[in-house]
């Protein structure tokens, strides 16, 4: 018999579950865990605010499939922790949040009088996919099982534990109670039956114009082997959604762009699609211009969620399982049933257009020669010098959409954004989880100086854990993204200038190696010197405001509807 706090136990059965890292901060009500982490090879990163932890975590799982478990002390660092989760539960990303509590005696109900006595499961309930308190020593594991299967079945997204003081203090005989490896209470994600299987590959070698979707669950799922070896051996084109520009290699050669007309020709054109790991929302403009007609096109969907399966698009086949599992078994019946690739005259139609297409629409990009620096151009030599195989972060308005653009491509799980909920400032903590999971890779942020001033002060948290990450602030002192309306609408702009940020001296203060460029021709020699500082680097980069602003025509009316609906 041997005694161990309930903190023990809770990280016993964190750690059966995966668990290498800890974002939060220490306070009484959470020490015993902390102590004992080091024992467990468990890193604890303290952090400057808690929503940034809850970043951090979405960094790291998105990156490695590592789920983290993140820290709200009583009161308001509970309260803090609450735009993480929500971008975590829009995102599909596994977090454990586990929030403290005062004693039992004075919560549940708290009177009055009761210091930071809030009632954190009404808070959270809202916002996590489970919501749950441990009030007994004992039950910890059993509760900690129940929160993992929540957090695992469907789309995975954050579960909540609250956790009061006593219950951290407490200790208990550890031969009383028995910590479960996942696979001996819980089953791996849903498969394909062999007869959807059959049927969609059926639907497939019939086709004349089949086509491929690939959304985020390809890439969660390590299913990107699988979904090329598809389109592959079917010779057709594929689509990523525009939340999961790393799922497929922008330069395979069956690869078209979303929102460029040889892509709509594609979906017009085709008469079976193959949608994997994607709910086709509003951000992959799911109106029927884009699209052929439903009565003619048949759409096979295979999704992790059952409430995904056709929530904008009719359905021909749903398929609920894991996207890895479903597309190698498809891709078994496919070889099996002999299936032949097309002949690649459509193919070569889509990309002789996809190519007409960005250089005209581009054009002005290629011919920009000041004054100033074009956010696009500065986009190209970042990708020039950190090259595919870094893992990027893109973060805020524009920019964002720049860095879709005009990045390179990449390897699989390596291209962040946040393009469920639209949370800004996700860029430099997400970074910082990225990093923590792969030492051995470049991590390169890309963000506008309104979204790095949500978490800026993380550089902290990189320069106090020594890492390696690259950051990089498109500085031009304004809310660019938001002027379009404004001045259409009313000629004149109001609460977009931010006035001007020194990113790089801030940077300085916080331990970091910093750099400002004002011009085109030192962005590179600053970039290289970024690269080789032994800590985290920030570059302030000077950019032109008309130039962010001058987003080709076509494709700011496409964003435009994922908000407005249809336009033209």
Not at 52 to 81: C, D, F, I, R, W
Not at 97 to 107: C, E, K, P, Y
Not at 235 to 262: E, K, T, W
Request: glycine content about 10%; some cysteine.
């Amino acid at each position: 018999m041997s005694e161990i706090t309930g903190a023990e136990l809770l990280l016993r059965c964190l750690v059966a579950e995966g668990v290498k890292f800890v974002f939060g901060l220490p306070c009484p009500e959470v020490d015993p865990l902390l102590a004992k982490l080091a024992e467990y090879d468990v890193r604890l990163v303290p952090i400057r605010h808690e929503a940034a932890a809850v970043h951090m975590a979405e960094g790291l799982y998105k990156t490695t499939g590592q789920v983290a478990a993140v820290l709200g002390n009583p009161g308001p660092g509970s309260a803090n922790l609450l735009p993480g989760v929500i971008t975590a539960r829009h995102e599909g990303v596994p977090v454990v949040v586990i929030t403290a509590q005062h004693r039992l005696g004075i919560v549940y109900p708290s009177p009055p009088s009761t210091f930071q006595g809030q009632d954190q499961l009404e808070i959270f309930k809202p916002v996590v996919k489970w919501s749950g308190p441990i009030l007994s020593w004992d039950r910890i594991p059993e509760v900690m099982r129940i929160a993992f299967r929540e957090m695992w079945t469907g789309r995975p997204g954050p579960i909540h534990i609250e956790i009061p003081a006593p219950i951290m203090y407490a200790t208990g005989d550890d031969t009383k109670v028995r910590v479960l490896k996942p696979n001996e209470y819980r089953a791996s994600g849903p498969r394909a039956s062999e007869a959807q299987l059959e049927e969609a590959a059926a639907m497939l070698i019939a086709a004349k114009r089949p086509l491929v979707i690939s959304g985020g669950g390809v890439d969660r799922a390590g299913a990107n082997e699988a979904l090329l070896a598809v389109v592959d051996l079917l010779n057709c084109p594929v689509i990523s959604s525009i939340a999961a520009r790393s799922s497929v290699p922008m330069d395979h050669p069956n690869f078209l762009y979303g929102y460029g007309i040889a892509a709509d020709l594609a979906r017009r054109e085709s008469d079976v699609i193959l949608v994997a790991g994607s709910r086709m929302g509003n951000l992959d403009i799911p109106y029927d211009k884009y699209w052929g007609d439903p009565s003619n096109q048949k759409l096979i969907q295979v999704d992790i969620d059952q409430r995904n399966m056709g929530v904008t698009r009719p359905l021909a086949l749903a398929i609920v399982a894991d996207a890895k599992s479903a597309l190698e078994g498809l891709l078994r019946v496919l070889k099996t049933k002999r299936a032949q690739p097309k002949n690649g005259e459509d193919m070569a139609r889509y990309r002789q257009t996809a190519h007409e297409w960005r250089e005209k629409r581009f054009a002005s990009v290629a011919k920009w020669s000041g004054p100033g620096i074009h956010p696009a151009q500065a986009i190209e030599k970042i990708g020039k010098v950190f090259g595919p195989d870094s893992i990027y972060v893109a973060d805020g308005g524009n920019t964002s959409l720049w860095s879709l653009w005009f990045l390179p491509s990449t390897k699989p799980r390596s291209f962040l954004n946040i393009l469920e909920l639209g949370m800004l400032g996700t860029g430099i903590p997400s970074s910082i989880g990225a990093k923590l999971g792969n030492p051995s890779r470049e991590v390169v942020c890309v963000s506008g100086d309104g979204a790095a001033g949500f978490n800026f002060m993380e550089m902290q948290t990189a320069a106090r854990e020594g890492l390696k990450v690259r950051v990089i602030v498109f500085a031009e002192g304004s809310w660019t993204m938001e002027e379009p309306n404004e001045r259409r609408l009313w000629g004149k702009t109001f609460g977009t200038e931010m006035g001007t940020v020194r990113w790089d001296k801030v940077a300085e203060g916080l331990g970091c190696k910093s750099f400002y460029v004002d011009k085109i021709e030192d962005l590179d020699a600053a970039l290289k010197d970024a690269q080789a500082a032994d800590g985290p680097a920030v570059i302030c980069l000077k950019t032109n405001r008309d130039a962010n602003l001058a987003i080709p025509g076509e494709l700011g009316m496409r964003f435009a509807e994922v908000y407005q609906g249809p336009m033209g």
